[in-house]
């Protein structure tokens, strides 16, 4: 089984939004049983709560449930835990390498690298905006989705 965990600052907006949305395409793809997914923010601001309500109703809008999702924040276990940690945005890369362990031998990745070739660099936080954010991180994070399950498929571990 491949272990995947998407990481944004909070864990309220996007990293909940990629959880959901990753998890669906893999559904839709009939390789969901293969792939163990989670998600968490860099801090702990938010802890125990769940995914922001915009997050949530752009999500649902797309067929995606996150409301039951918790936030927890990132630890040097993680980096163990799972083979991949996918980064929201430099900043966030920035903080996981100061977390992550020598030894580790989880792979560190921004998200929008299994994105098009015409992607932003990172996916843009959409917590201080409007409803549109949220809807152009659902683009973002969808894309995004397909290009990492290409990527797994042909990793060392293919699905």
């Excluded at 083979?83 to 560190?108: H, T």
Aim: glycine share 8%; with cysteine.
């Amino acid at each position: 089984m491949v272990s995947v965990l998407f990481v944004c600052l909070g864990n309220i907006c996007r990293s909940p939004t990629a959880e959901g949305v990753f998890r669906r395409v893999c559904q839709e793809q009939g390789v969901a049983d293969q792939i163990r997914i989670d998600s968490a923010g860099t801090a702990n601001w938010h802890a125990g709560k769940p995914p922001d309500a915009r997050a949530v109703m752009a999500a649902k809008g797309r067929g995606v449930d996150i409301s039951g999702l918790r936030a927890r924040q990132a630890t040097a276990a993680d980096f163990y835990d799972f083979d991949f940690v996918i980064a929201m945005d430099d900043s966030n890369v920035e903080d996981l390498e100061i977390l992550r362990p020598v030894d580790a031998s989880a792979e560190l990745h921004r998200f929008l690298a299994f994105a098009g070739s015409d992607a932003p660099r990172d996916v843009p936080d959409p917590y201080y905006g409007g409803d549109e954010g949220f809807e152009q991180v659902l683009d973002l994070i969808t894309e995004a989705s397909r290009g990492l399950l290409n990527h797994l498929r042909t990793a060392d571990r293919p699905l």
